[in-house]
């Protein structure tokens, strides 16, 4: 079955430095997907991207962030300057034609910030 | 704002029925969806129910939902040893322009051999 794929699956960066984290989503998904899940908490939505733009973002995906489809199967998170709070599980998650369909997320990269 | 919240743990005996239970607030929700979180791994879609229905079943599954009281459970028939995991409950709403997951808190299940 196809399936959403994450690299690296841990990424350990100083503080302040630059961080791309990558996706392969599902080859004929269309909608594409950030999350994260601060250890204890919540898994809370960042972003969703749609037709090679944002279709919407939180509060939490501020200046620092950015995501780009840079070829026809990859999906980028880049967080310019990191911060100690962006420690963090990162997924990545894509769904078909809709965003009503079901979402199918990738293992997820695990941040550390130092 | 969504809310969505669940009980932190939950442990059952091996071959006994689990039920998970999760609340939400906003009646807006067009979908609700139960993911399984095994330790180390990402988030497994395991079903899904859109909000006309009550019911589904699918295998050892069985979701219920309430829509009056904004209740969803998920029941695991039989629960195995690998069924231990968090399961997280996750709504998505019909607002435009909405199409975001909000999670609960997730539940700790412990199967006991």
């Known amino acids: 079955e196809p399936e959403v794929t994450q690299t690296p699956s841990h990424q350990v960066t100083q503080m302040g430095q630059e961080v791309i984290l990558r996706c392969v989503p599902i080859?004929?998904?269309?909608?594409f997907y950030w999350y994260r899940q601060i250890l204890g908490q919540k898994v809370e939505f960042l972003v969703s991207f749609y037709n090679n733009e944002i279709s919407e973002k939180s509060e939490i995906f501020d200046d620092q962030f950015s995501v780009e489809r840079p070829d026809g199967s990859n999906f980028t998170l880049k967080i310019r300057s990191t911060k100690l709070e962006d420690s963090a599980m990162y997924f990545c998650?894509?769904?078909?034609?809709?965003?009503?369909?079901?979402?199918?997320f990738g293992d997820g990269t695990r941040l550390s910030i130092l | 704002g969504e809310d969505v919240e669940q009980s932190l743990f939950l442990s059952v005996r091996e071959g006994d029925s689990s039920v998970i239970n999760c609340t939400y607030t906003?009646?807006?929700?067009?979908?609700l969806y139960w993911y399984k979180q095994e330790p180390g791994a990402g988030l497994q879609l395991l079903t899904y129910?859109?909000?006309?229905?009550d019911m589904k079943q699918d295998q050892r599954l069985t979701v219920l939902l309430n829509k009056k009281d904004k209740h969803l459970s998920l029941r695991i028939a039989d629960t195995q040893t690998g069924d231990s995991a968090i399961y997280f409950c996750?709504?998505?709403?019909?607002?435009?322009?909405?199409?975001?997951?909000?999670f609960g808190t997730g539940t700790r299940l412990t199967v006991i051999p």
């Open positions: 996750a709504e998505i709403t019909d607002q435009t322009g909405a199409n975001n997951l909000f």
């Open positions: 080859s004929n998904h269309l909608y």
């Open positions: 129910i859109f909000s006309n229905m």
């Open positions: 998650a894509s769904s078909r034609d809709s965003p009503n369909q079901p979402q199918h």
């Open positions: 906003d009646s807006s929700s067009t979908y």
